[in-house]
């Protein structure tokens, strides 16, 4: 009859409980998707960064070391390797540091070799933090008087006061966001000749061509960078932690390919 037919029908129907529960289920089933889709992509991102930083590293480390292999030392193409000549600068309260060498290579003009001076030390540029930088300058007339301050007339050639202490004034960022940089010089005994303050000219060195270098290097990625330099505009302390655990370390030895006489 129509009376059973409605009675059966109404039977069927949900209660307001029961619709509560399902949704209750649902919203439990969305937040746990939500969470896991959420935990899947900062592993993904964060995958991606130390992948980033890590071929960003190999790049760096691959130039400094091209540049260093034809590297010369004599009694006016000089090597200089120290702490940074502004005792104010700094990487994340680390001592800064610099590099400067004279490298030959072949000049693609006339393919004979000639010397270029190269520079390299931290700068505050980094999006949030710092970067390595590299200068040049390529010194194709050895006589020109006009430019006394160039490697073959000035064994201080990167003192130059004329562009802020020799370092050129259009360089270029071998690698973002540095938390260490060092260089370490040896002879061919393997001594160290000074870990913050290398000149080849100096009394202690007698423009003695080193037999290899040591290259250190420390990047991490943009997301922990911008995190430390939140960390440090807000007055906190442990972003020494969060910077030494996700520091991602590089370093190689170079063989100096010269000799002197070169």
Do not use: H
């Amino acid at each position: 009859s129509i009376d059973n037919r409605q009675s059966t029908f109404g039977n069927s129907s949900f209660s307001l409980i029961e619709l509560l529960a399902s949704m209750a289920i649902l919203v439990i089933i969305v937040l746990v998707s939500s969470m896991l889709f959420s935990n899947s992509e900062s592993m993904r991102s964060a995958g991606k960064g130390k992948s980033d930083v890590n071929s960003a590293g190999r790049a760096a480390m691959q130039i400094i070391s091209e540049d260093l292999k034809t590297a010369v030392v004599d009694d006016m193409l000089t090597m200089c390797a120290r702490l940074d000549r502004d005792p104010a600068n700094s990487i994340y309260s680390k001592e800064a540091f610099e590099l400067s060498f004279v490298t030959m290579k072949s000049d693609s003009a006339d393919s004979n070799r000639c010397a270029t001076e190269a520079f390299y030390w931290s700068s505050t540029n980094g999006i949030y933090g710092y970067s390595l930088m590299r200068g040049d300058r390529i010194v194709t007339n050895l006589y020109n008087t006009n430019t006394p301050w160039n490697c073959y007339w000035n064994k201080e050639w990167y003192e130059d006061p004329s562009t802020g202490g020799g370092r050129p004034a259009s360089p270029v960022r071998v690698a973002a966001n540095v938390s260490y940089f060092r260089a370490g010089i040896y002879d061919a005994s393997n001594n160290l000749f000074n870990s913050t303050n290398y000149v080849s000219w100096s009394t202690a060195y007698s423009n003695i061509m080193p037999a290899y270098a040591d290259i250190f290097l420390e990047l991490i990625d943009d997301d922990t960078a911008k995190k430390v330099n939140d960390m440090r505009t807000r007055g906190l302390t442990n972003w020494t932690d969060l910077l030494e655990n996700n520091a991602v370390r590089f370093s190689t030895r170079v063989y100096f390919q010269n000799t002197e006489g070169y």
